[in-house]
């Protein structure tokens, strides 16, 4: 006989009332993403933004979307919840601001096996706190809980961010030459790129999460390896609004220097960088060390320390310098574009990573 007992949404795994649990938890945080533009308010079909309100002229809209990778296991793993949501919004508008482009909203999309609204509420507060950083308004998103999908405790995210720059400051710009210079914004660690490398290695060193990280004599290496990716956005606006001398960025994420930088570049040159001005942070010496990674291996999978590349004129290099700087960036000098050869990207000298 067929079983005849009625059956519910929640029979089946789907908790609605978690679900709008959730959604009354994560009010405060997107409100404190309000910015001119945005009300910060969710609960609609779909979230508005005025760009004439924002103070636009003549923009052109630019649109990223992304996720952290499997970054996501090692918050799962860990239960260190709390960041995850800031690496989401900084893959995303990071990779706004490298074409000139001032972060106006997010938007988040947040899938799991069996929906916690306590886990969600951290997630959501990590990506609110991602939009204050980088300035835009969190507008709207999307949970969604699929048992049979997801196990349980995993999750999955994904992040679409839309920027606006006028029309006559879209980078890069056409003007790069022999001779400009390029600066390096440092990293805060491993960010969001290279982590099932990463992964791998723990898995081989037998270092639990939970212990103290080798490099790290303060924290554990799930700690060390959770930190969010740096946001780059409001430094970066700075120097737009206060001199014309940046002429291109590079976000560096999968793919590290070798992928990256070619992608600003003018086919009839490459960059040439130094690698002993890269301060390389410990827990990238850790990771070459310990899965025997080459450094070439290294320089086109992770970051390596540096998260974004800035190329400027000889002339505007002291000032953008200076403006980066006091808005809370580690400027660092690391070469010069010259005219391509075979390489886009060439090397001098060796990363530090003993």
């Not at 999955?156 to 920027?163: K, R």
């Not at 710009?173 to 790129?193: F, P, W």
Request: charged share 20%; with cysteine.
């Amino acid at each position: 006989m067929a079983e005849t007992t009625p059956l519910t949404y929640r029979d089946a795994g789907v908790d609605i009332d978690a679900g709008n649990d959730l959604v009354q938890r994560i009010k405060p945080h997107v409100r404190s993403t309000a910015r001119r533009g945005a009300d910060g308010e969710i609960g609609g079909f779909g979230g508005l933004f005025d760009l004439k309100a924002a103070g636009f002229v003549d923009p052109l809209l630019v649109a990223a979307n992304d996720g952290v990778g499997t970054k996501l296991r090692i918050a799962i793993e860990t239960g260190l919840h709390d960041t995850i949501g800031v690496d989401l919004v900084a893959m995303c508008v990071n990779d706004l601001v490298v074409q000139g482009a001032e972060p106006l909203f997010f938007l988040d999309y947040y899938a799991t096996g069996k929906l916690d609204p306590s886990e969600g509420e951290a997630i959501v507060k990590g990506i609110a706190e991602g939009c204050r950083q980088a300035g835009c308004a969190l507008i709207g998103g999307e949970t969604a809980e699929m048992p049979g999908l997801y196990a349980d405790k995993d999750y999955d995210l994904a992040g679409f961010a839309v920027g606006a720059v006028e029309r006559d400051r879209l980078l890069p710009a056409g003007n790069i030459e022999s001779g400009d210079m390029i600066l390096g914004l440092t990293s805060s660690g491993v960010h969001s790129n290279g982590y099932s490398l990463v992964r791998r290695i723990v898995e081989r060193s037998g270092i639990a999460y939970s212990d103290l990280a080798p490099f790290d004599a303060d924290r554990s290496l799930g700690e060390t390896l959770i930190a969010p990716t740096r946001i780059y956005v409001k430094p970066l606006l700075a120097a737009f609004a206060e001199t014309r001398g940046i002429k291109a960025l590079a976000h560096i994420t999968g793919g590290g220097f070798v992928e990256n930088i070619p992608r600003v570049l003018p086919d009839t040159m490459r960059a040439d960088i130094d690698l002993f001005a890269v301060p390389v942070p410990p827990v990238f010496g850790w990771l070459a060390q310990a899965g025997g990674v080459a450094e070439a291996e290294m320089l086109r999978t992770f970051n390596c320390g540096i998260g974004m590349i800035v190329v400027v004129s000889d002339a505007d290099a002291a000032a953008v310098s200076a403006i980066l700087q006091s808005a809370g960036e580690t400027v660092v000098p690391l070469g010069r574009i010259r005219p391509r050869q075979d390489a886009a990207v060439t090397f001098n000298g060796a990363l530090a990573l003993a």
